[in-house]
């Protein structure tokens, strides 16, 4: 943030959100409610319930119930709970579920719901990693990690969030976090042979989630003028560092370097730790800077 | 079963700000808070350009997009057309908020509540009194009603919204050059249908494609 | 209409009248349990917006009663230091403790000499409240003239020259196109129909029906903002420039189109009154009446003599009286209007040439000079097109001929309170139908109107400048200045030494709501010339001029809390509507209870004059005011009364037996016939448009200044009997350093700095671009490196500076920086006000080289330099 001088802060007291008062809606104006303030629970309900969804989700190919568990807890516990604090009225949640064929926010609520039920039922059924509860399993899965993004998604109003990459970008970046949780967790559980053969899609799910995000950022940036000023403000504007540092250096850059030096396999558990705390804090940082840069078109 | 709809004349409108203030009184809000609002700004190049002024608040849209988000049917549109919040129902998810291209839309929390006109002097009678007078439940989204308390109360005593003071909303009694025009879209004999018809009018970005019940003519 | 809970026991709405600003527009209030919760107009009237509409600060006037910096005692400084910063050490004190002391000072004082009292007055305050009273209670301690008035914000809101003209011609306090019949509006600098100004949301209500129906509105503005922001064609132009183009304009109608309205120009102007060489009248040695001459008798005659037809009077020709060649003024216009070339106009105002025969042209093809309307049975000469001005063209060291050019354009034409044309605020209150009170304008000498009411210094008949001078105001000298300039003028000692006023230095200031320190100009001068006297200030806060020299604070209501049945019965000159609709008058009714123990000023006005010992003195004048014959009502000698027991017994007079309803529903309405309105052809008066007053007071200043020595510098030329063209003294400060001109303007949401405290106007003004910010032109913003957020200091000539923050816009001229009204507030209780805009009035220095020679209007733009802060 820049630094106020006094007499702007006595004339035009900042609210956050960039602008002043006279230039609300007349310039491009920032979306605030999802991310500002008590909004921050919503940037960390989307992350945990889509990358625990992730670990669930890479955990059904190696029918590992550790993997199962612990996605089912971090989508409920962190994901569901996080989400439910940001309410207004947190006891009224259940009536979330009351629109279904309009919201969009709805449908979520419903799958997590499902996904809740059926994930319990497989957590604590023996042989249940049948191919048919998998299939359902999965694609519950994939219908959470898009959840958060999808919600975004369907809000015409934020160029930046309707854009046509929004979706592919939050399916691959919760399974890429997921199997790197995975992967963490066949390394420190003494599993490195798997851990080692993981990391041959950990390659895959590294490139297509960096291509993602650079198809985010050119398809938002040509989609239109508003898009555009999203993008700026990413690349050049008050929310630059978080994406050179977070998004480029934490997501990107440092997960590049270790994953050329684990290639073909060559894996050792401090790397997959120090890769996984990298790709946690990128893709924070790139879920931060998306919620963050998003902008009403001016109304004049 | 009328359609309630407003046009808005901006070649009358001064930018007086009267409906922003009247609004905030009818409803008793708190600071920092508009249902009604107006924009100014500027289009061209010195020295042919020109003030824009657009008065704004919630289109109460036939697509509605904050309907569309709603996730609990909190928000919907009456009848009438008025799109409202049941605030029994809103458990202040803000999806609506966030949709709405048109931002007329306002979470009302704790903080909110808390504001004084006075910061650190304590609130006034007034505010104190509006909170028995119109209470606004904290956690839920608040926004412009068409104050339909009005209109309601209006045709229950046989009044016409639009032209009987009593039953139209306050904003626009308070416009001092007549700018505002409340009506019925549904009557082809309205007031506020032949100024459309007549002037032209246009809703504010059309291309947002919810059909806002509010036009502008100039 | 909300919910309703069990715990109300109280929901009603109370008719009054707006008190936050001078308009005074008809309002309610909804009051609940006690407590004022809304604010509306009232749809039955007309006094205001349409349908019963208000403009956004009179909504938000609530809060002048809800605000808890409220002061609710009275107030007695005991630090003796006064100044900028200095901390008062206000005590509370009881009422009569601080009553007695300031009866006790005035005694003293006045056994010397009264006008060493100075009172003040200001038309836009919180408190509202009577407008006129405060001019002849001063009568009533021995002081004529109103010379020892101090007007609060007259730099920005109050307009000499735009007054003494008004009065000359209209007999009006100020002047507004018939809205309703207009077709083409020249607006000069003014914001009449688009915000402010007189009766101003009346005016915006028939403009936007005017517009609705097609009227074209040209702007002549630095600015494109309320005004040009709404014309059909803003024309920007430098700051006191206006009669340039004015000129230039009217030479086009009169010299290069030749299309005039002579029949008008005969019957209704001095432009026949025959002049001899130097140019002043030839008058008649007995009656001292000046001649004309009759065409048709072919004879030179009185200029009243009935046996002239209108036609017949001769606006050309050379003739001899008395051995003495003379020719009727209206050639003299004809000369010298030739030197007026668009071209000329152009260089000085950077209007463009075509621009100008545009509008020229525009307004000789919608004068319809010849066409006649008849309205309600009646004929009328219809000319639609109306050139008006009110503070920002007149505001300027060459006011009186930025006005009087302006004028001109409209006299040549014809287009004086005709339908469609421009027209004064009613010069004609008729009596309520069973009532008493009636004013009417008389006709004066040369023929000239003479005012019903006129607020302070009478425009008619004048009186040439003499001395030695009697009061602080000098305004034996500065004998047009409707309120005199001189207390505020840097060379103020100067002055009143060499005008003989030594001896009658003020000792005291006893006013309302006045916050003269920071309104005017120059702040460090007007500490320099008041903090020696006793200050009485009323108010509802304690603002920036009461913590720096006030000494006693008296807790003033707010106009919610006023009983002012006096606001428009007075007042119909100020604020009635100028347009063809029945007369309305509104009475400002108590909605709440006094906060604390403020009490309204004009009982503690009366509890003054009565410890004084002048009470009976302001019964009088105040039954002889409103004329009251009958005895049972009048004021006697001995009484002590309320002003709501005053009130009690005017009102009676005013409306008769219908008193007390009026009195309950809180307005009067009553039909005004259409003569009243466009009274033009039907009173036998001439407009002064040629001045030649002016010759005989230049001569006769000129021997003052002489015989005193006096030997401070004034553009003597002024007082010429033509609108001519003289540099404002802002445009002779310009150079390669201070290169912009900084003017200000008045912003719809406030009136002077009163509604800076209000935080409801306060939220609205921060998403106002324009309003809290200093304007710039975007290219010139470019080209010196600033952007929008930027805070920069303009800083004049003589080393004043104020700084605020930048916001670039196209519709500015390139050439200057505007600044509304009165912000950069510092008072400490008014939290809400303190820090909010940028004071653009200390910015204007003070020397009487700024100020209008004539009228004593103060030079509202000013060179500064801007640089980053």
Known sequence: MEKRNELEEI????????????????????????????????????????????????????????????????????????????????????RMLMKPNTSELSRGIWIIGVFAALGFLQIVTAGSFNIVFNCIMGILCLLIISHGFATMNVIRALPAWSSTMVLPLSVISGVWIGHQILQFMFAVSGSAALASGMEVWAEVFFFVYFLCILLYVWGTWHSNEIGKESIKSLITGEYSKI?????????????????????????????????????????????????????????? | MPRWGMVIDVKRCIACWGCTIACKEEHFLPPGVFFNRVLIGETGKFPTSSKLIYPVLCNHCTDAACVEACPTGATYIREDGIVVVDDDKCVGCRACLVSCPYQQRTYYDQKVKDREYFPGQGKTEMELLGEKLYPLKVGTVIKCNFCSERVDEGLRKGLTPGQDEEATPACVNACPVGARVFGDLNDPDSEISRLIMEKKGKQLRKEFGTEPAVYYID | ??????????????????????????????????????????????????????????????????????????????????????????????????????????????????????????????????????????????????????????????????????????????????????????????????????????????????????????????MGNFAGGKATQWVPLL???????????????LNTRGEIDELYLRAKTNFVYLIREDGTFVRDKETDKPFVFDEKAKKIKLFDDESIAFEDFALEGDFEHNGEKCRPCFMALKEHLKQFTPEWASNISTVPVATILEVAKGWVDNAQIGSTITIEGQTFPFRPVSSVTFRGAQGHSNGIHQVASIDLISQLVGAEDVPGGTMGWPSIRRRYPGGQYE???????????????????????????????????????WSHSTLSHIPYVKEKNYIQEKFGVEKVQPEMIFGIAVNFLISQSDWDVALDNFKDCFVVLSDIWVNETDQAIGDIILPDTSYLEKDTWSSEIDSFFFNGSPSYEDW??????????????????????????????????????????????????????????????????????VYGDDKEKIQEQGFATWHKPIEDVYWRWNMKT??????????????????????????????????????????????????????????????????????????????????????????LNKGLADEKGFKDGDIIWMENKYGTKENGIVKTMEAQHPKVLGVCGQGGLWADKRPIAKGKGSNFCKLLPSYLRHYDPITGNIETSVAVKIYKG
């Not at chain 3, 008949?461 to 009061?471: A, L």
């Open chain 3, 439 to 477: 004013r009417m304008p008389k006709v004066g000498k040369d023929g000239v109107i003479v005012p019903s009411v006129f607020y302070s210094h009478d425009p008619w008949p004048v009186h040439p400048p003499s001395y030695p001078c009697t009061n602080s105001g000098c305004v034996e000298f």
């Open chain 1, 11 to 94: 004339m035009f007291p900042s609210d956050g959100s960039g602008v002043k008062p006279y230039e609300w809606m007349i310039q491009p104006t920032r979306q605030r409610e999802w991310i500002d303030d008590k909004g921050i629970f919503l940037w960390l309900a989307f992350f945990f319930s889509e990358i625990g969804a992730g670990l669930y989700f890479v955990s059904l190919f190696y029918e590992y119930k550790a993997g199962l568990i612990l996605g089912w807890l971090v989508t409920l516990i962190l994901g569901g709970v996080i989400h439910v604090l940001y309410l207004g009225m947190p006891l009224r949640a259940w």
């Open chain 3, 1 to 222: 209409m909300t919910y309703k809970t069990d715990e109300i026991w109280e929901d009603k709405w109370v008719n009054t009248t707006c008190g936050v600003c001078y308009c005074g527009c008809a309002c309610r209030v909804r009051v609940v349990n006690g407590v004022p919760v809304k604010v509306e107009g009232i749809e039955e009237s007309t006094m205001g917006g349409t349908r019963g509409g208000l403009c956004g600060k009179g909504i938000a006037g609530l809060m002048y009663y809800h605000d808890p910096n409220r002061i609710k005692k009275p107030l007695r400084r005991t630090n003796p230091e006064k100044g900028f910063g200095v901390d008062p050490k206000w005590k509370e004190i009881e009422w009569d403790e601080a009553l007695e002391e300031i009866a006790t000072r005035m005694k003293k004082i006045m056994e010397d000499n009264p006008n060493k009292i100075l009172f003040t007055n200001q038309t836009m305050r919180a408190s509202d409240g009577p407008h006129n009273h405060l001019y002849f209670y001063a009568k009533a301690f021995g002081i004529p003239n109103n010379g020892n008035f101090i007007i609060g914000g007259g730099s920005l809101h109050c307009g000499n020259a735009a007054h003494m003209l008004g009065g000359l011609i209209h007999g009006a306090w100020s002047i507004a196109p018939d809205w309703r019949y207009t077709k083409y509006v020249l607006k000069w600098g003014s914001s009449k129909g688009t915000g402010s100004g007189h009766s101003a949301m009346i005016n915006a209500r028939l403009r936007a029906d005017g517009v609705r129906r097609g009227l074209k509105e040209i702007v002549f503005d630095p």
């Open chain 3, 686 to 775: 001439r407009c002064p448009v040629y001045m030649e007053f002016l010759i005989h007071d230049r001569r006769a200043a000129e021997k003052i200044m002489k015989d005193t020595g006096f030997e401070i510098e004034m553009d003597m030329d002024q007082y010429g009997p033509l609108a001519n063209w003289f540099w404002p003294t802002s445009h002779k400060e310009l150079d390669d350093e201070y290169d912009l001109l900084a003017f200000s303007y008045r912003d719809i949401l406030h009136t002077n700095n009163s509604t800076f405290q209000n935080p409801l106007i306060d939220e609205v003004s921060q998403m106002s671009p324009y309003t809290f910010t200093i304007t």
């Open chain 1, 243 to 300: 994406s050179l540092i977070g998004v480029l250096g934490l997501g990107i850059v440092l997960p590049l370097i270790l994953t050329l030096i684990m290639w073909g396999g060559n894996t050792n558990g401090f790397l997959i730790f120090l890769r996984l705390a990298s790709v946690i804090a990128g893709d924070l940082a790139m879920r931060y800077v998306i919620m963050k840069s998003a902008v009403y078109t001016p109304l004049i």
């Open chain 3, 584 to 653: 309305y008058v509104h009475l400002q009714k108590p909605v709440a209870k006094p906060v604390g123990e403020s009490r309204d000023f004009m009982n503690v006005y009366l509890d003054v004059a009565n410890r004084v010992g002048v009470l009976d003195k302001y019964h009088e004048l105040l039954n002889d005011y409103y004329s009251i014959t009958d005895e049972k009502l009048q004021l006697k000698s001995g009484e002590v009364l309320t002003w709501k027991e005053i009130g009690e017994r005017i009102l009676t007079w």
């Open chain 3, 239 to 253: 700051p006191g420039t206006d009669t340039a183009v004015g000129l230039a304009i009217a030479n086009y109608i």
